[in-house]
Structure formats: structure tokens, C-alpha cells
């Protein structure tokens, strides 16, 4: 039993190293409110280090306006989507409304990781 769980430990602080050293890419993905779109790690698995909704800045999803609208949804993208190969979001569907009368957007950030386990 202890040699189980030390070498789940080991295992994990390499997997931690490894990220930490080479640093898997990071990858971003824009989602606008209506839209529906798949995050894939292929093999991998996600995991999500920040995501935002609303709107910061113009020209995206259809719109000119731009505001100071935002909110942090990591912890409820990372809910649906940490641990796994996809992930599907629609960004409407999830979220509550920062700024209503504002067309908004959801970006994440996000790594591939390969898991020992």
C-alpha cells in the first residue's frame, strides 16, 4: 500500500515537473455568446487555466461596441472541462450576463497535457 501511494505521488510531482519545464503550448479559444464550440486535447487532457465572458474590446462577434464588461469563469470552465479530451461550452447557456444589451464572448486558455495516470 505505501509503495502504491508513493509512487502515485512520484508520478504526479513528475508530471508537475514536466509542465513546469517544458510548459505544454497554451492554447486559446473565442467563443461568441450564440455560438457552441469544442476545446480538444486529442489524447490529452484539458486543463484550464483562465477564462473570461464578456466584452473588452470591438470588432468581436459582430460588434463595434466594446466596454469594461467582463467576468472570470475559470472555475466553472474548469468544472466542465479540466481532466478531460473535449470539452463542449456555449458561452450563453453557462454564464450569467455582465453587461446586458452587449454582444459577448468567452475566452479560454487552456493547456494539452499528457497524464501517467
Known amino acids: 500500500m505505501k509503495f502504491s501511494m508513493m509512487l502515485d505521488i512520484c508520478l504526479f510531482a513528475t508530471m508537475i515537473y514536466l509542465s513546469a519545464e517544458q510548459g505544454p503550448p497554451r492554447l486559446a479559444i473565442e467563443i461568441c ?7 480538444r486535447c486529442g489524447g ?4 484550464v487555466e483562465s477564462a473570461r465572458y464578456g466584452q473588452t ?10 466596454g469594461d464588461c467582463e467576468r472570470n ?3 466553472i470552465v474548469k468544472g ?4 478531460k479530451a473535449t ?3 456555449q458561452p450563453v447557456q453557462l454564464f450569467a450576463d455582465p453587461c ?3 454582444v459577448k464572448y468567452a475566452k479560454v486558455v487552456y493547456v494539452c497535457l499528457f ?3
Open 57 to 66: 474590446r470591438g470588432n468581436r462577434c459582430g460588434t463595434e461596441a466594446y
Open 100 to 102: 446586458p444589451g452587449t
Open 87 to 89: 470539452c463542449q461550452i
Open 44 to 47: 490529452e487532457r484539458i486543463l
Open 115 to 117: 497524464w501517467l495516470f
Open 73 to 75: 469563469v475559470t472555475n
Open 80 to 83: 466542465l472541462c479540466n481532466n
Open 33 to 39: 455568446e450564440n455560438e457552441q464550440a469544442t476545446i
